[in-house]
Structures are given as C-alpha cells and as structure tokens.
C-alpha cells in the first residue's frame, strides 16, 4: 500500500511488498499526483517565506538607517522629537528583525511574526511625521502585502 510521502522530503514515494501489479500502479500514480501537488505548494511556500524574509529585512535595513538620519526636516526637529524619532525607529528595527528571523527557516514561527509586524506597523502608523517617510511606508507596504502571501501560501 501507499505509505506516502517521505516526512523528510516531501516527495518520494514508498511501497508496501505484496501488492498486485495493478495495484501498485494505481498507487503509484496516486502517490504521484499527491508528491507534485506537495512539491508545488512546498516550493511555492519557500518562494513566500523567503520573500517575506528579504523585505522584512528590508524594513529593518531602512529603519536603521533612518534612527539617526531622517529625511528632510530631520535637522530642525527639537530634541524631545529627535528621542521619539529614534525610539520609533529603533523599534521598527527591532520588530522588523523578529518578523526576518520568524521567516528565515522553514518553519516559520507565525505568533512571534504576527505580532511583531503589528507592531512594527502600529509603532510607525503612530509616528508623528510619517508622511515625510512616503519611501519608507511603501517598503512597509510591500512587506506586510508579502507577509500576507506567505500565510496564504503556508499556513
């Protein structure tokens, strides 16, 4: 009979003996048409989730380098706004790397992304000058549109 696909790879096929020719034909076919479908929907999770994890890692890049340097105006702003500047950065930074290492392996450790991209997103959606960060925001954008094809495609 079939047993299935192996649990290592996903796509090799094992028989049990005795079985008529017939039979294992049959099977094998079956356990076939299940390895490729199993094979299209690994690979096309791997696409997602390394894909999540390049602009996650993207977002944490940028909010980097935006802790200590913003964009226009960022020179005329008073110190108290300059300390929620960099908070606000730094801790986009922070979230940003959580939901990266939730997506760099195989298994994807959804509660801990989830969770930090809300929060990266709430922390910058709070920002008090967000709208000068347009390049920024479309990164976090793409990124969260990302997050989403990797559940559809995983979960």
Known sequence: ??????????????LARGRSPSMKHALIA???AFCLVGC???????????ATANE????RHEAGRFKFQGVAGYEEMNASQKTMHLET????????????ESFAFKR?????GTKARDRAVKEFNGYFEKEK???????????????????????
Not at 56 to 59: C, G
Not at 89 to 100: G, K, M, R, W, Y
């Open 1 to 14: 009979a079939f047993v299935g696909p192996s649990a290592r790879s996903g796509c090799s096929l094992r």
């Open 30 to 32: 079956l356990g076939l």
């Open 40 to 50: 299209q929907d690994e690979e096309k999770c791997e696409r997602a989730r390394m």
């Open 56 to 59: 996650w890692e993207k977002i």
């Open 89 to 100: 950065f730094t801790l986009v930074e922070q979230q940003a790397q959580l939901v990266f």
């Open 108 to 112: 994807i450790s959804w509660s801990t």
């Open 133 to 155: 960060y347009v390049g920024f925001k479309g990164l976090l954008d793409s990124a969260q549109k990302r997050f989403s094809e990797a559940e559809a495609a995983c979960r």
